[in-house]
């Protein structure tokens, strides 16, 4: 185990210290203190190897807080953002998330937390009732029953699966697997492995790249004796460079499809760089639908746009980060669940959340905070139609949509190849993959 038993006590210990910050804090949410700040948690790495992560976040949450604090705040309240550092470690995560709780009032939404802190955080916080909105993708969370968890974002079983199913499209039956050890890399690999055995390809090479190491020769001689038709593939952005550019040195290039967490700018310019033109004829991401523009999408971009100066650079890499977007579509779901609950306290409004993202029968559709606060002024029941696309939790709290296959130029903005329907993933999860 990674936590020594020592560690593993200090844990313990902190649990009930957590537990105990967030009566006094965040977990009763803001109603005692008048028109005082809301603060938004993100509870992400935002440091070290996984850095990239808090970049993501920060993409997201600070343009929509922005948009938000510029149409008067939720109820009165404006909104900040407080930034906690998971380290990518659940050793490191805990402590933060201590001091967080123990120092900072008005904690209405954690946004997060990572797939590296989850196991240790999300009983603890749903304990405390601060609503999550994880990008944690673990299998563990599709059946889940903590009243406090809602996932927006395809659980990564569903992106291996959509991955799967888009290499079956194109005829391919001879896959390659290509991951990181690290624990956010390794998420998707249990969904593309059962969805090749569930669609009956050949699993030819399953190769595990330790990260950033200098060379990868021996994983791309590997690679090449198996003779893939496609490599299905998640690693950090360095790791990424250094095994594609080997690989194309050696003469080994085939198609490589990635998963979401390829699409990110770190990730597309690194292996850009080493493959060259050769890049946009290879690569094929799976993102989550749609890529196409929308008025949600097109408010996310202006609020993006004007928000330039707050967010991290490079702003333009944050315009299709289909992680940024999903984080923004998070805190719009919560800002309207509060604002038809009439109440800023956790407790009240969780249950709201549901009501102003699920579709239903004489529902208005909206796209952006301010027409959900302009539609529920008016009574009127809402569905808030994200820059995600249909957001619609199910009985586990979990939102699953159709996915797209995009290629790139380049640069972040994806070009649309075709999409997996949730429909497909659905029916090949019935198999078994999930």
């Known amino acids: 185990m990674r936590i020594a038993i020592t560690k593993q006590l200090a844990i313990a210990a902190a649990v009930g210290l957590v537990i105990t910050g967030c009566a006094a804090t965040g977990g009763n949410g803001a109603g005692g203190s008048g028109k005082a700040p809301l603060t938004i948690a993100g509870v992400v790495a935002i440091t070290g190897s996984s850095s990239f992560e808090g970049q993501n976040q920060a993409g997201g949450i600070l ?3 922005y948009a938000i604090d510029h149409q008067g705040g939720v109820l009165g309240h404006q909104i900040v953002y407080k930034g906690v550092d998971t380290r990518a470690d659940p050793a490191d995560a805990l402590p933060a998330m201590q001091q967080a709780m123990a120092t900072t009032n008005n904690i209405v939404l954690v946004a997060g937390p990572d797939t590296a802190s989850a196991p240790a955080l999300v009983p603890i916080l749903n304990q405390a ?15 889940n029953t903590l009243p406090y968890f809602w996932r927006l974002f395809p659980p990564d079983s569903a992106n291996g699966t959509a991955m799967m199913l888009w290499a079956q499209r194109k005829g391919y039956t001879r896959i390659a697997t290509v991951f990181g050890t690290d624990s956010g890399s390794q998420g998707d690999l249990p969904g593309v492995l059962a969805s090749i055995k569930a669609l009956h390809a050949t699993l030819v090479a399953n190769v595990s790249l330790t990260p950033d190491q200098p060379s990868y020769l021996s994983s791309v001689r590997q690679v090449m004796a198996a003779h893939p038709q496609v490599i299905m593939t998640e690693s950090d952005a360095t ?8 690989l194309k040195q050696l ?23 080493a493959l060259g033109s050769s890049f946009q004829k290879y690569y094929t991401g799976l993102i989550t639908a749609p890529s196409k523009t929308t008025p949600a999408v097109t408010a996310y971009e202006k609020a993006v746009t004007a928000d330039k100066s707050q967010v991290p650079s490079p702003w333009q890499s944050y315009l299709s980060n289909p992680f940024s977007i999903t984080y923004w579509d998070g805190v719009m779901v919560v800002a309207l669940a509060m604002v038809a609950a009439h109440s800023v306290s956790p407790a009240v409004f969780n249950s709201y959340i549901p009501k102003v993202a699920n579709p239903g029968p004489g529902k208005t559709i909206v796209y952006t905070y301010a027409q959900g606060v302009a539609a529920l002024k008016a009574g009127k029941q809402i569905q808030y139609f994200g820059a995600t696309g249909l957001i619609n939790f199910n009985q586990y709290h ?8 995009v290629g790139s130029n380049g640069g972040s903005q994806p070009v649309s190849l075709g999409t997996v329907t949730a429909k497909e993933i659905e029916a090949v999860s019935v198999s078994g993959v999930q």
Not at 239 to 246: D, R, S, V
Not at 398 to 405: D, V
Request: proline fraction near 7%.
């Open 63 to 65: 343009p929509a807080i």
């Open 129 to 143: 009732k601060i609503p999550m909105t994880a990008v944690a993708g673990e299998s563990v969370y599709n059946h």
């Open 239 to 246: 790791t990424a460079g250094t095994f594609f550019g080997e």
């Open 251 to 273: 003469g080994g290039l085939v198609p490589i499809i990635g998963t979401e967490a390829t699409f990110t700018a770190p990730w597309l310019k690194a292996v850009h760089g």
């Open 398 to 405: 979990n939102s699953f949509g159709n996915q797209e296959a």
